[in-house]
Structure formats: structure tokens, C-alpha cells
């Protein structure tokens, strides 16, 4: 049998090879600007701005990832409001988003809206599904419809009519969120954490669950990242947040720590919105 240790120097002299760092997986923003039409169901074509955030996982390099790894990709959205009054998190967008280069990988972007107030742009935020970029090569992200299912509200919190719409890019049929380069190398490392969930909220803060597989090595902690900064270093699946801020949203990851002090990559983004103050 292999041992860990060896597998691991294996990996190392692989990286080396290919120039890459080996380290905790991070994540590189990304900036992109495009015009939309949106067809909204009160049956009104308004032309709105758009802008894509997030960042593309550092896996094993900038904007690298193992073939033999789900790579999971950051999205945050900006909307020109097609909405009077508030809006809560209760609304949503999906962001049609595919893969070219060696091979075409459909994928979805599921986001949540945070709550806003009467602002001339919309923020949602969320992820792209798991991308397995098999075979190895270079892999551009392409973003495009966005169909959104918006529940506004009026100041005073009393329900107003629901607007769904359907927006299409304004030249071509995408926008390039950006570039994967995917290596045919397997990184030995802890296994990142799944199902994270929110299972309570207040004003101020939040508790969160999650689960792990068991690893070669027993695990020491894990480390709880909110918006990129980690905030808590648990023994136990499960954290409670505090000090957030009301209506605020968050997006939080998790990372397990073993006992020789390597790191799993991140766990896939949650997006949650704390509660009215």
C-alpha cells in the first residue's frame, strides 16, 4: 500500500514540476461588466446593467485545480433593480454558465439575494455547481441567461406583487467569467467538509453544521471562514456566529485541519442572510 507520506512527496515533486505551490486553497476575484435585456412577467423589456464578482479557486496554483477534485467557483451578482421598495432574501437568481476548451461542462449558478432598501442595484450571491474538469487543460468560464424571481416588499415590510425575469446577454450569447487550468495530478490532503447548513439565525448571529469523512489522520479542528477571513477554530462539526449584523449576508466556508497540521480545500460557499434587527 502507499503511504500518505509517500503519496504526498509524490504530489510535491509533481507540483514542483509544474511550477505550482502547494497550499490552502484560496480564491482569485474576478471582475466582469456586461449589459443584459431583461423580459420581466409584467411583460416590460428593460435593458440593465450587470456586473459578475466571486473568485476561482487556487487549488493547486492561481486559478489552478486537479482534475481529480470538484472545483467549485465563487459567483456574486450586481442587477440594475427592476423593483420599487425592499427586497429580501427570499428572492433568487439562476445564472446559465458552461465550460469551452477541452471539454463543454454545463453548470448553474445558484444565488441568493441579500436585502436591500430602496438602492438602484440588486447584490445576490452564491456559486456555480461542482465543475469536474476532466480531461487536464485550460477551461474558460462562460456566463449567461439569468432568470431571477424577485419578492419585493414596501417600506413599511407589507408584500407587493412578485416580478420574475429572464435577462439575456446584450452582445453574444455569454460573458467569460474567467479561465480553470485543470492538472492531471491528485492532491493528498484531509477531504473538504460537506453539507454545510445553517440551522438557526438571529439578528446577530448564526449556527452552522456541517460533516466530514474520516481522513488518514485524525482531525484537530476545522477552521470556519466567513467572507474569506476565518473566524472560528472548532473541534466539533457545528459553530455559532456572532456579532454579524442585521440583514447582513454571509458567505462562509470550512476547512478541515488534521493532527500534522494539513489542510483540506474549502468547503463549497453558503450564502445566508441573518435576520431583521
Same mark, same amino acid.
Given at each position: 500500500?502507499?503511504?500518505?507520506?509517500?503519496?504526498?512527496?509524490?504530489?510535491?515533486?509533481?507540483?514542483?514540476?509544474?511550477?505550482?505551490?502547494?497550499?490552502?486553497?484560496?480564491?482569485?476575484?474576478?471582475?466582469?461588466?456586461?449589459?443584459?435585456?431583461?423580459?420581466?412577467?409584467?411583460? =416590460?423589456?428593460?435593458?440593465?446593467?450587470?456586473?459578475? #464578482?466571486?473568485?476561482?479557486?487556487?487549488?493547486?496554483?492561481?486559478?489552478?485545480? $486537479?482534475?481529480?477534485?470538484?472545483?467549485?467557483?465563487?459567483?456574486?451578482?450586481?442587477?440594475? $433593480?427592476?423593483?420599487?421598495?425592499?427586497?429580501?432574501?427570499?428572492?433568487? @437568481?439562476?445564472?446559465?454558465?458552461?465550460?469551452? !476548451?477541452?471539454?463543454? /461542462? =454545463?453548470?448553474?449558478?445558484?444565488?441568493?439575494?441579500?436585502?436591500?432598501?430602496?438602492?438602484?442595484?440588486?447584490?445576490? @450571491?452564491?456559486?456555480?455547481?461542482?465543475?469536474?474538469?476532466?480531461?487536464?487543460?485550460?477551461?474558460?468560464?462562460?456566463?449567461?441567461?439569468?432568470?431571477? $424571481?424577485?419578492?419585493?416588499?414596501?417600506?413599511?415590510?407589507?408584500?407587493?406583487?412578485?416580478?420574475?425575469?429572464?435577462?439575456?446577454?446584450?452582445?453574444?450569447?455569454?460573458?467569460?467569467? !474567467?479561465?480553470?487550468?485543470?492538472?492531471?495530478?491528485?492532491?493528498?490532503?484531509?477531504?473538504?467538509?460537506?453539507?454545510?447548513?445553517?440551522?438557526?439565525?438571529? @439578528?446577530?448571529?448564526?449556527?452552522?453544521?456541517?460533516?466530514?469523512?474520516?481522513?488518514?489522520?485524525?482531525?484537530?479542528?476545522?477552521?470556519?471562514?466567513?467572507?474569506?477571513?476565518?473566524?472560528?477554530?472548532?473541534?466539533?462539526? =457545528?459553530?455559532?456566529?456572532?456579532?454579524?449584523?442585521?440583514?447582513? =449576508?454571509?458567505?462562509? /466556508?470550512?476547512?478541515?485541519?488534521?493532527?500534522? #497540521?494539513? @489542510?483540506?480545500?474549502?468547503?463549497? #460557499?453558503?450564502?445566508?442572510?441573518?435576520?431583521?434587527?
Amino acid at each position: 500500500m502507499t503511504t500518505p507520506a509517500r503519496t504526498a512527496l509524490v504530489v510535491a515533486a509533481a507540483l514542483a514540476l509544474s511550477g505550482i505551490t502547494a497550499g490552502t486553497a484560496t480564491a482569485t476575484g474576478v471582475d466582469v461588466v456586461g449589459s443584459y435585456t431583461c423580459v420581466t412577467s409584467t411583460g =416590460q423589456s428593460v435593458p440593465v446593467g450587470v456586473h459578475f #464578482g466571486g473568485g476561482l479557486p487556487d487549488d493547486v496554483g492561481p486559478n489552478g485545480v $486537479s482534475y481529480a477534485q470538484a472545483a467549485l467557483v465563487d459567483l456574486d451578482l450586481d442587477i440594475t $433593480s427592476l423593483v420599487s421598495g425592499r427586497v429580501d432574501g427570499d428572492s433568487t @437568481a439562476v445564472v446559465e454558465a458552461w465550460t469551452s !476548451g477541452p471539454d463543454k /461542462k =454545463q453548470a448553474l449558478g445558484r444565488l441568493r439575494f441579500a436585502a436591500t432598501h430602496d438602492t438602484p442595484w440588486l447584490h445576490a @450571491a452564491g456559486g456555480l455547481d461542482a465543475l469536474h474538469l476532466n480531461p487536464a487543460g485550460t477551461y474558460r468560464i462562460h456566463l449567461g441567461a439569468i432568470s431571477m $424571481s424577485l419578492r419585493p416588499k414596501a417600506s413599511d415590510g407589507s408584500a407587493l406583487p412578485a416580478v420574475d425575469a429572464r435577462c439575456t446577454p446584450g452582445t453574444g450569447d455569454s460573458v467569460v467569467l !474567467g479561465s480553470l487550468q485543470s492538472f492531471g495530478l491528485i492532491a493528498d490532503r484531509p477531504l473538504r467538509p460537506y453539507s454545510l447548513a445553517v440551522t438557526s439565525t438571529t @439578528a446577530t448571529t448564526a449556527t452552522l453544521t456541517w460533516e466530514a469523512n474520516r481522513w488518514w489522520m485524525p482531525t484537530a479542528y476545522y477552521e470556519v471562514y466567513v467572507n474569506n477571513t476565518v473566524v472560528a477554530k472548532p473541534v466539533d462539526k =457545528q459553530v455559532t456566529l456572532t456579532g454579524l449584523v442585521p440583514d447582513g =449576508q454571509y458567505r462562509v /466556508k470550512v476547512v478541515t485541519r488534521d493532527t500534522t #497540521g494539513s @489542510a483540506s480545500l474549502k468547503s463549497e #460557499g453558503l450564502v445566508f442572510s441573518t435576520d431583521p434587527a
